[in-house]
């Protein structure tokens, strides 16, 4: 059966990957004042050039349900012969996946496109779209439903952290109070953020430069957990500080992990996380 496989913009996949694999996005907005475009087709270095001019962050916005509908339509009629397993954005996160269920009802075919709720984002929601890759090719001979259930096994293995750099971007956008992110900025406080059942949660909260809380977070993150050593995701918004990155690798090799993907976040999840910030995924067995 030929399965195509979809997700939307903010995986964070890179289009080179993307194409190696045929994998098909369908992108989410980035709001200024005077225009809208569609995420990542705007250089980052634009949002932060944006934020420091008016010290506040643009708006995004969701794919809406007509956007899915001519997405797969378009897709479907250009291979008639095809089916679509789409892994879609944590629905605990966004409206993206409910507009990705109306938007399924109104395509020609919708008995034809499969939806998965990955409950996840970012490097978590891609790794769980190359998962659905590597499954297709290892059962050449699944339908559409049995490859979207042996996806869903996948989703609550899954696992994904992030920690900002700064604060700035999570105050200008509301999610933090200027006042706990002065006192973070002061007492140089960096909070991790847990994806846990789909939803963004505020953890453990290390204190110093990024470099520093590396082997904490990398503690944390792989404390008590069985990963699949063949895989691990490392993300990082622009500007995120060399020697980080430097001793997250390492730190991912030594621990044993084989194949280490390293992705820059999109214009969509550098406006959640701000600049410097960096993040980490990985499957569970």
């Known amino acids: 059966m030929n399965i195509l496989i979809t997700s939307e913009s903010s995986c964070d996949i890179p289009a080179p990957l993307l ?39 643009p708006k995004t916005s969701a794919v809406n349900p007509d956007q899915y509908t001519a997405f797969w339509d378009g897709l479907l009629a250009e291979q008639p012969d095809a089916v679509i397993l789409h892994v879609g954005y944590s629905s605990a996160c966004s409206c ?34 190359l998962k659905a890759v590597q499954l297709r090719a290892q059962h050449p001979d699944d339908d559409l439903e049995t490859l979207a259930r042996r996806v869903e096994g996948y989703v609550p293995k899954a696992r994904m952290v992030f920690v900002p750099d700064r604060l700035d971007f999570l105050a200008a956008g509301g999610r933090v109070s ?22 963004l949660i505020a953890g453990r909260k290390y204190r110093g430069s990024m470099a520093r809380i590396v082997p904490h977070l990398l503690g944390d993150f792989l404390q008590g957990r069985n990963f699949d050593l063949s895989q691990a995701y490392l993300i990082h918004a622009a500007g995120a500080a060399e020697a980080a ?14 194949s280490i993907h390293e992705w820059q976040l999109g214009c969509v999840m550098t406006v959640h996380g701000g600049r410097g910030a960096v993040g980490l995924s990985a499957i569970e067995r």
């Open 19 to 57: 194409r190696q694999h045929g994998i098909h996005t369908v992108a989410f907005s980035v709001n200024f004042p005077n225009r809208t475009v569609a995420d990542n087709s705007i250089p980052v270095e634009d949002i932060f050039d944006f934020f420091n001019r008016t010290r506040t962050i």
């Open 178 to 199: 200027n006042a706990a992110a002065l006192g973070a900025s002061i007492l140089r406080l960096k909070p991790r953020i847990d994806i846990i059942a789909g939803e």
């Open 96 to 129: 993206s996946f409910q507009n990705a269920r109306i938007g399924r009802e109104d395509c020609k075919a919708p008995e034809r496109i499969r939806l998965v709720d990955s409950l996840n984002v970012s490097c978590g929601l891609g790794s769980l779209v």
């Open 245 to 258: 990155l430097t001793a997250l690798r390492e730190g991912l090799r030594a621990h044993g992990f084989e």
